[in-house]
């Protein structure tokens, strides 16, 4: 049974609190992470040239002071400097491959023919780029350090692209994050197999026997990480006397490390346990109950969170402290800008880049026949491609091992230049971008590849219970709790949305988590009872507005109140007439992945972050312009 009711939003809804709580998914908080990064990294760059420019040779000589580990005459010994490229960037690399392992597992890589198109990007935008460097400094001693031109930096391009980009750049950073971390990953093969030291074979075979017993480890499984601290950090040792860049460690150990979204089982199981520990709070059911909830959540997430921070706050600013430093004058920006080196590097990521980002995009798509296309517009892949000539942490990371002296210096000069004048390119375009009519601009930001669908079940206006326009291009799908105070609060900002936008429909479904609201399954079977006779809006209005009071007299009181017929209402809500339908509703949850209430779906995409008023307005004006496209 189906009901219908189109509100502007005033009325009963009068009065009640909207609703800021922030849940969000690794992507977006990967993408925020990086973006505040980015000043830090940018600042510390700053003070790298500030104090090489005061005093150079205190900054060189500070970063070259040794720093030895030694256990039994056996250990590392490594300058500042080397310790911050080769260890700490170890950590960096290791969030990377995390978050490369949470795209393939939960985010837009797990259809793996999504994988092929930001591959293919990446692999054109640094042959571009290498191609260009190699001609400027073809048959020079120079060509070597071709590496240093082929890689984006993650933080400053996303960070960089938060600000000059457009406003519905969620889609083309969610792109571009799956580009730039191809990209680093191929980058850092090549520092492995390319700008690494004199091979050794006894340590490296000692090395996977250390990656064999990890991927023991993880198949039965172990979850004590101390464990693969220590085996990861044997590894990077190995490697390291083996002559190997140690870097690689960080990007394998991170993509072992699977993702999944939280299990409604081990969610049930965790709250018995602490519903245990607050009856009889021992410190072994403290224990118990810990562990249960960490078990409910993805270790993945829980190593991004804990360690992605640090990489974007500390590492990565420590890195270009390090590495940024040099001494400018003008006979040295002269003899620069002179240079091959330079000249390639700027050329490389200015041109290269962009061109080769674009063209490799454009010529899958014509070759797929359509069948791989960018999830957002062309002007969004330009501009995407302009950012990825910011190339930074990597870049630098590769100059270091292919220069020295004043080749070096050329190379920073050259990998600095390039960051602002693409940062620079990329404002233009979508400035340029943002003066063409509107459904044209639209259709050049998002694009028109379909997205990923994350509603298992479809709308049914035969089934569902809908309020708004039945044929509205917009759907708005909420699984919610009648109990929850979350839902409680979200039922002000659906209001104003449905009184902001005519062309919503909006959709709730049951997720009643009986193991935390003890009310929660009555209720909906209340309302469910209350949408036999016509009236299930209306049920649902008073039940969001009373959340403290749903027993069973509360239900029957409503039901009066509505002025139903009481006795029907009795006899079904006895009778468990709704509880098949809200089983339903459950099994739907379950199968899209839901665990939690709130959670909602536009258009059947999952709406991850804030849900504010603002934050839904965005996805839902988003929905509209891929609705027009779609129509026209």
């Known amino acids: 049974m189906s009901t219908s009711v189109a509100e502007d939003g005033r009325g009963s809804f009068a009065g009640r609190t909207a609703w800021a709580r922030s849940l969000e998914t690794p992507l977006r908080a990967f993408l925020r992470t990086e973006t505040g990064g980015a000043a830090v990294l940018l600042a510390a760059a700053v003070t790298a040239l500030v104090w090489a420019n005061a005093d150079v040779a205190s900054y060189d000589s500070f970063w070259s002071t040794k720093l030895s580990i ?56 640094m042959a571009a780029a290498i191609a260009i460097y190699s001609a400027f400094n073809a048959g020079r001693p120079s060509a ?42 191929i980058a850092l093969v090549v520092i492995a197999t390319v700008y690494s030291g ?84 021992t410190a072994d059911l403290a224990r118990v109950a810990g562990a249960e909830l960490r078990m409910a959540t993805s270790p993945n997430e829980r190593l991004q969170r804990l360690f992605h921070p640090w990489t974007s706050y500390v590492i990565v600013p420590l890195f270009a402290l390090a590495n940024a430093g040099i001494a400018i004058d003008g006979g040295m920006l002269a003899r620069a800008f002179r240079s091959p080196i330079t000249l390639g590097i700027l050329a490389a990521y200015v041109i290269g880049k962009p061109v080769g980002i674009f063209s490799s995009t454009w010529l899958a798509a014509r070759l797929s026949g359509g069948r791989l296309l960018p999830p957002v517009g062309w002007a969004a892949v330009a501009g995407g491609g302009t950012i990825a000539g910011v190339g930074f942490t990597v870049s630098l990371l590769v100059a270091t091992l292919a220069f020295d002296g004043p080749q070096l210096e050329e190379a920073k000069v050259g990998i600095l230049s390039a960051a602002l004048v693409a940062a620079a390119i990329t404002w233009l375009v979508f400035r340029a971008t943002a003066l063409l009519p509107r459904r044209a601009r639209i259709r050049a930001l998002l694009g028109t590849a379909e997205p ?18 039945l044929e509205a291009p917009v759907t708005l799908v909420e699984y919610g709790d009648f109990e929850c105070p979350y839902c409680g609060r979200a039922e002000s900002v659906v209001r104003e949305l449905l009184r902001d936008f005519a062309d919503v429909r909006y959709v709730w479904r049951h997720l009643p988590l009986s193991d935390v609201h003890t009310h929660a399954q009555l209720a909906a079977e209340a309302s469910e009872a209350a949408a036999q006779q016509g009236a299930f809006w209306e049920m649902y209005d008073l039940l969001l507005a009373h959340q403290d009071a749903l027993d069973l007299d509360d239900l029957i009181g409503y039901a009066a109140e509505l002025q139903l017929d009481g006795e029907r209402f009795a006899n079904d809500l006895s009778a468990r007439v709704g509880a098949e339908r809200v089983a339903d509703d459950v099994d739907s949850a379950d199968l899209s992945g839901v665990s939690g209430t709130p959670t909602f779906f536009v258009n059947g995409r999952r709406h991850y972050g804030e849900y504010s008023i603002e934050t839904l307005s965005a996805a839902v004006r988003a929905a509209g312009a891929r609705a027009v496209l779609a129509e026209a």
């Open 70 to 125: 030694d256990l039994g005459g056996h250990g590392v010994s490594l300058d500042l400097r080397g310790w911050v490229n080769s260890g700490l960037m170890t950590l960096f690399f290791f969030v990377a491959g995390l978050e490369a392992r949470r795209e393939f597992d939960l985010g837009e890589l797990r259809e793996r023919r999504r994988f092929t198109l930001p591959l293919l990007a990446a692999v054109g935008g």
């Open 144 to 185: 070597h350090g071709w590496g240093a031109a082929m890689s984006t930096d993650t933080a400053f391009a996303l960070g960089l692209l938060a600000l000059v980009g457009p406003r519905f750049s969620d889609r083309l950073r969610a792109f571009m994050l799956t580009v730039v971390l191809a990209d680093d990953v």
């Open 198 to 281: 004199t091979l050794r074979v006894a340590p490296l075979l000692v090395v996977l026997g250390f990656f064999a017993v990890v991927l023991v480890l993880r198949s039965i499984p172990v979850r004590v990480g101390l464990v693969y601290f220590l085996l990861g950090a044997a590894a990077w040792v190995g490697l390291l006397k083996a002559g190997v860049e140690p870097l690689v460690v960080g990007l394998v150990m991170g993509a072992l490390v699977w993702a999944r979204p939280a299990q409604r089982s081990s969610l049930e199981l965790a709250t018995e346990r602490f519903r245990e520990f607050r009856e009889q709070p």
């Open 452 to 469: 990923l669908v994350d509603l298992y079940i479809d709308v049914d206006p035969e089934r569902d219970h809908i309020r708004g326009p």
